[in-house]
């Protein structure tokens, strides 16, 4: 019943920045961890970064630390994924996900999210 939406995807040289957005549906957005994963061709799809519905709590993977944030203004019921110091291995789509229930920690792995939306395309340039 829940619809995500990724937009700001696109073609960016290395050492670029990028902002993606995604936007979610639906009264009981504010109680939903979300995450962002992105996939590569031929390559499973991989946890990037996720945040608690209040936005006190995140986590991100080892190989976008320093360089990627995730946040999100619950009034406008929107996630956001900023990204830094673009490299061609960021090269990917991305997808907006939302895990419905309540947790103890941020869930990282495909399995413990519920809905997701369709993706966005990110390419890096050398």
């Known amino acids: 019943q829940v619809q995500l939406v990724e937009s700001g995807g696109g073609l960016v040289q290395a050492g670029g920045s990028l902002r993606l957005s995604c936007a979610a549906s639906g009264r009981t957005f504010t109680n939903y961890p979300m995450g962002w994963f992105r996939q590569a061709p031929g390559k499973e799809r991989e946890f990037v970064a996720a945040i608690s519905w209040s936005g006190g709590r995140t986590d991100y993977a080892e190989s976008v630390k320093g360089r990627f944030t995730i946040s999100r203004d619950n009034t406008k019921n929107t996630v956001y994924l900023q990204m830094n110091s673009l490299k061609p291995e960021d090269t990917a789509v991305y997808y907006c996900?939302?895990?419905?229930?309540?947790?103890?920690?941020?869930?990282?792995?495909?399995?413990?999210?519920?809905?997701w939306g369709q993706g966005t395309q990110v390419a890096v340039s050398s």
């Open positions: 996900a939302a895990k419905s229930g309540g947790i103890f920690r941020l869930p990282t792995h495909v399995n413990e999210y519920d809905y």
